[in-house]
């Protein structure tokens, strides 16, 4: 382990400044599993000042039009661009992804998230309609809800941070922001560029620290009217519960256990490799990750070869090697939840087709104790067993045969969540029917995780409540009122 001096040291941004904490967490690199960084174990005392400074900020932040503030985002966005590849190694560093994969998807997408929303907030429109039997017009405002309070996981960590502080300040709130604490550094590093943005002193305010310390003084403090969460059900279910005194608004980004159906006339040359990436894309740590194949039965034999070759030859290296196509998990302890599930499909009498226990992982001596696993496809599991039901959240996923469109609808529908799922066909027809059966917030048909941020993104069932994207997340960071004027 690092020496206490090596290590970087986090500090919560409040008010436009870096403020030390009284108390501090070890936050691991998961490619080695020593500690690198200290990140502030912050608790109720910050939250409270992080609360004066957004209410102080609010009147100001709030009375400045749409076009001033888009400004400020679109600074923001190009500070992040011209830091890409610092954000990318740092983002690297801290979750276990591979280089590349920040390098493309993560921090382009953050630096997108402030050019989108600084763009979406110029073009909405409010409704308008008359009574003249009655010489009444009634219309509605828009006003911004006041502080939000924005809690993102540690899977892709400043992009879903950026997800949500972009649509809250575009729309005139002021914010508090708490980044896993599992993974702080890159929202670190944003607050250093507010400044020079223009996002005055108190609009943006990041306070690090754990869910049950920090996170439940958040979500707990009165003068903070929303929450948008992402993360896991078991968190999202107490946070509702803490909300609930209070009345607040919620948006819960939650989990998935999302199914991909292959029908016999997919074209194979594209949805095998598309549903390697869709399993183990980020290590598995997507909540729109694949984690049951339904193949249909004529095809079963030939998919499954082929996709376990795939398999193969998704590279599993270190984070800084740019031919690895992923990285390490983000915890020991989450490695071990993984591999348990594994264990548990195996004593059930399912087959480990690759991966786990089957192949042997290489790495360079210095990552032996890193957080590590192989891509895993079982096969031969039951629809009843916990692999099949549960989100595991890591390169796992199992591979079943079906026979007919109605039977696989069934089954892809019987798990709690109904977040993601992935249809192959080239029947049009069929892809229609199947989509509108699906319970399912997204359905991606012969394609996987294709984003367009003006429509709504979200779950049903226990994979969330509310939606994100253009309007929707307008709408959730907006209070709306109806005025009638009588003439
Ligand atoms: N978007 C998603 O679907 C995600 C799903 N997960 C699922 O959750 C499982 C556990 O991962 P965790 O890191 O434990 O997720 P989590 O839901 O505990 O953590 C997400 C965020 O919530 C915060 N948090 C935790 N407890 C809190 C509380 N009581 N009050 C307020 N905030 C709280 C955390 O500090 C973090 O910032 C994963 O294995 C995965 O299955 C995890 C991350 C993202
Ligand atoms: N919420 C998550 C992913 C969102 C992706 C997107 O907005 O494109 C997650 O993995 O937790």
Same mark, same amino acid.
């Given at each position: ?11 919560? /941004? ?22 690198? +960084? ?35 985002? #679109? ?38 998230? /402030?050019? /989108? ?10 409704? +308008?309609?008359?009574?003249? #039997?009655?010489?009444?017009? #009634? ?6 809800? %006041?502080?939000? %309070? ?41 607050? @250093? ?39 896991? *059900? ?12 209070? +009345? ?6 939650? %989990? ?32 729109? $990750? ?60 399912? *087959? ?12 360079? !001596? ?15 599991? @039951?629809?009843?067993? $916990? ?10 996923? +199992? ?10 609808? *069934? ?21 229609? !029917? ?12 012969? $394609? ?9 993104? %979200?779950?049903? &069932? ?18 709306? &009122?109806?005025?009638?004027?009588? #003439?």
């Amino acid at each position: 382990m690092a020496g206490t001096k090596a290590l970087l040291t986090l500090e919560n /941004f409040i008010n436009g400044k870096f403020v030390p904490c009284n108390s501090y967490i070890d936050s691991y690199d998961p490619s080695t599993g020593d500690v690198y +960084c200290r990140v502030p174990n912050s608790g109720k005392e910050e939250i409270d000042a992080a609360v004066e400074a957004a209410r102080a900020a609010f009147p100001g932040w709030s009375a400045r039009s749409p076009q001033e503030r888009s400004q400020v985002l #679109h600074r923001l966005a190009d500070l992040l661009e011209q830091s890409l590849e610092e954000l990318a190694q740092a983002e690297s560093r801290d979750q276990g992804k591979t280089i590349t994969l920040a390098r493309t998807m993560d921090i382009p997408r953050s630096v997108q998230n /402030f050019r /989108f929303f600084a763009s979406s907030i110029l073009h909405h429109t409010s409704e +308008c309609t008359q009574m003249d #039997h009655m010489g009444c017009l #009634h219309y509605t405002v828009r006003a911004p809800v %006041g502080i939000a %309070g924005l809690i993102s996981p540690w899977n892709l960590p400043l992009y879903l941070l950026t997800w949500k502080v972009a649509p809250a300040i575009a729309a005139g709130n002021t914010v508090i922001a708490k980044p896993s604490e599992l993974t702080s550094v890159t929202a670190w590093m944003m607050c @250093k560029l507010l400044e020079r943005a223009g996002v005055p002193p108190g609009v943006v305010n990041i306070v690090f620290g754990t869910g049950p310390r920090v996170g439940e003084a958040l979500v707990s403090h009165p003068e903070v009217p929303l929450i948008s969460f992402t993360g896991s *059900q078991p968190t999202a279910e107490r946070i509702t519960q803490l909300s609930a005194p209070h +009345c607040k608004k919620l948006s819960l980004e939650l %989990g998935g256990k999302n199914p991909a159906i292959i029908f016999e006339d997919a074209n194979m040359e594209e949805c095998i490799p598309t549903t390697v990436k869709s399993s183990f894309a980020n290590q598995g740590e997507i909540c729109l $990750c694949t984690s049951r194949i339904f193949v249909q039965k004529s095809i079963y034999s030939e998919f499954l070869e082929k996709f376990v070759e795939a398999t193969r030859m998704w590279k599993v290296g270190i984070p800084s090697d740019p031919s690895a196509s992923m990285g390490a998990l983000i915890s020991k302890a989450h490695l071990e939840k993984v591999r348990s599930y594994i264990k548990k499909a195996q004593m059930e009498g399912a *087959q480990i087709l690759c991966g786990e226990g089957v192949d042997t992982l290489n790495l360079p !001596r210095r990552n032996q104790a890193g957080y590590f696993m192989l891509p895993t496809v079982i096969t031969d599991i @039951k629809d009843e067993s $916990c692999c099949m039901k549960e989100e595991i959240f890591g390169p796992v996923t +199992c591979v079943v045969p079906f026979d007919s469109e109605e039977e696989v609808i *069934q089954r892809a529908n019987s798990v709690k969540y109904g977040l993601a799922a992935t249809v192959w066909s080239s029947n049009v027809g069929r892809i229609h !029917r199947v989509a509108k059966k699906l319970q399912s917030g997204l359905v991606w048909t012969n $394609c996987w995780l294709i984003r367009e941020l003006n429509l709504p993104f %979200g779950g049903m &069932k226990s994979s969330g409540v509310g939606r994100e994207g253009a309007k929707d997340s307008y709408e959730f960071f907006t209070e709306i &009122k109806t005025i009638t004027i009588k #003439h």
